[in-house]
């Protein structure tokens, strides 16, 4: 489940990190992984809800755990946007984010 889970976040965003836009770049060694942003140690019922993924970046994910620890919440993850990337929007805090989420999960995310 958490490889779907994963492939749903990719394809929510569109496979660019939230933060930055970048994609993946093997010569450049940008990565790309799924974050939760309810940490899914200390939240295990939302490990596998897709509205609980956020794409970015490998070091993007390195540097925010780096800050707040392997149990992060949405509301760090915010102040981390905000602080570093200057974003104040944020897609899962819109209407209907949940109904997009299960359209992509219904079209199986490759």
Do not use: C
């Not at 794409?55 to 994910?61: D, G, M, N, P, Y």
């Not at 755990?65 to 897609?91: N, S």
Request: net charge neutral.
């Amino acid at each position: 489940m958490q490889i779907k889970w994963s492939k749903a976040v990719r394809h929510r965003y569109n496979y660019k990190s939230f933060l930055s836009g970048q994609k993946v770049d093997l010569k450049k060694g940008i990565l790309l992984h799924a974050h939760h942003l309810f940490a899914s140690a200390a939240f295990p019922e939302k490990a596998t809800d897709v509205t609980n993924g956020v794409l970015v970046t490998e070091q993007e994910h390195d540097h925010f755990h780096r800050l707040y620890g392997v149990a992060g919440t949405p509301d760090q993850f915010k102040q981390f946007a905000k602080d570093f990337y200057g974003i104040t929007e944020f897609p899962w805090e819109v209407p209907g984010y949940r109904v997009e989420i299960e359209q992509i999960l219904a079209t199986g995310a490759s």
